[in-house]
């Protein structure tokens, strides 16, 4: 398949937005400052923005608000833990639309990111003119559990990597064995850790040692997941009440080990009017040809159904 991402752009603005606690972001704007606004919602949680992200949006159409998240990417403290928790990315959210001076946009959000999305909709529904989620993930313990556990049988040598050091003893929660370890800045541990994340998504394993921003993403990942992402599932869910009136479409890769197909399906029930678009060979990377092109037609979609 052909590359289905836009042409590499360049913002036509950068800022850094102090939001408090210390924390300052880095914000980018990209595409027509007069275009459609959206806002991209990345994952991990701590992945940070890419340049690649920016092509996702047709920029003779989009105003594309993109930033890293407090901790991660090019935003300061890299790492910091302190008054970083989904709250908090919420108001940034506002923070960064009010700044920016726009009434309503679109929310585009991935993995981490679709769930931040909907918490975000959910408080501030009226700020919110459509959304596209991918690769859902809700925050579940289920969902938390089944990630160090069920995903055995889809990338098994790196998933015995990743409990092999493991004392027998702590194997049978290897969650809280991984983000104790990750939180005390365990270098060997990250790895095992981003290298398992990466057979999940069929790329090789790293082949350096974790620089600086993946060990910071290591460490906000280990962060929000002890603390069960600082949500509640049901709660999420019962926001979206309040969110059927909006245009959504949810891109869901059938092979996704990440995030699997459950979620998004229990979030279609959820939120009934929402067009579920499943990609039969996709995986978790939004990036790859055939995810890339149903996400840019479910943002063109949803654009053409939202209203200012």
């Known amino acids: 398949m052909p590359d289905p991402l836009f042409p590499p752009i360049t913002p036509y603005r950068t800022l850094r937005l102090p939001v408090g606690d210390g924390h300052v972001l880095h914000v980018e704007e990209c595409g027509r400052p007069d275009?459609?606004?959206?806002?991209?919602?990345h994952g991990g949680p701590g992945s940070g923005c890419s340049a690649a992200h920016r092509r996702f949006f047709d920029p003779a159409r989009f105003r594309a608000v993109l930033f890293d998240q407090r901790g991660c990417g090019n935003s300061t403290p890299l790492a910091g833990l302190r008054s970083n928790t989904t709250a908090h990315l919420v108001e940034d959210i506002e923070r960064i639309r009010i700044s920016l001076g726009i009434e309503r946009w679109l929310v585009f959000g991935g993995s981490w990111g679709s769930l931040l999305a909907l918490i975000y909709a959910g408080r501030h529904?009226?700020?919110?003119?459509?959304?596209?989620?991918?690769?859902?993930?809700?925050?579940?313990?289920?969902?938390?559990?089944?990630?160090?556990?069920?995903?055995?049988g889809a990338a098994p040598l790196a998933w015995k990597a990743l409990a092999g050091d493991i004392p027998e003893e702590e194997r049978g929660d290897l969650l809280r064995a991984y983000t104790s370890r990750l939180l005390a800045g365990d270098t060997v541990a990250a790895r095992r850790w981003l290298d398992y994340e990466r057979a999940l998504m069929g790329e090789p394993p790293l082949s350096d040692a974790p620089d600086a921003r993946r060990l910071a993403k290591t460490m906000i990942q280990a962060h929000?997941?002890?603390?069960?992402?600082?949500s509640n599932v049901a709660g999420v869910l019962a926001s979206c009440?309040?969110?059927?009136?909006?245009?959504?479409?949810?891109?869901q890769g059938r092979r996704d080990t990440v995030c699997p197909p459950r979620a998004?399906?229990?979030?279609?029930?959820?939120?009934?009017?929402?067009?579920?678009?499943?990609?039969?060979?996709?995986?978790h990377n939004a990036l790859a040809a055939d995810m890339a092109v149903v996400c840019i037609a479910a943002l063109a979609s949803v654009a053409a159904s939202a209203e200012f």
């Open 35 to 41: 275009g459609i606004p959206v806002v991209f919602l």
């Open 125 to 152: 529904p009226s700020r919110v003119a459509g959304l596209v989620l991918r690769g859902i993930f809700l925050g579940s313990e289920e969902e938390l559990r089944c990630y160090v556990t069920d995903a055995e």
């Open 224 to 230: 929000y997941l002890a603390n069960a992402c600082f």
């Open 241 to 251: 009440a309040r969110l059927r009136h909006l245009p959504v479409c949810i891109v």
């Open 264 to 283: 998004a399906e229990r979030l279609q029930r959820a939120l009934p009017n929402a067009v579920l678009r499943h990609v039969e060979a996709g995986g």
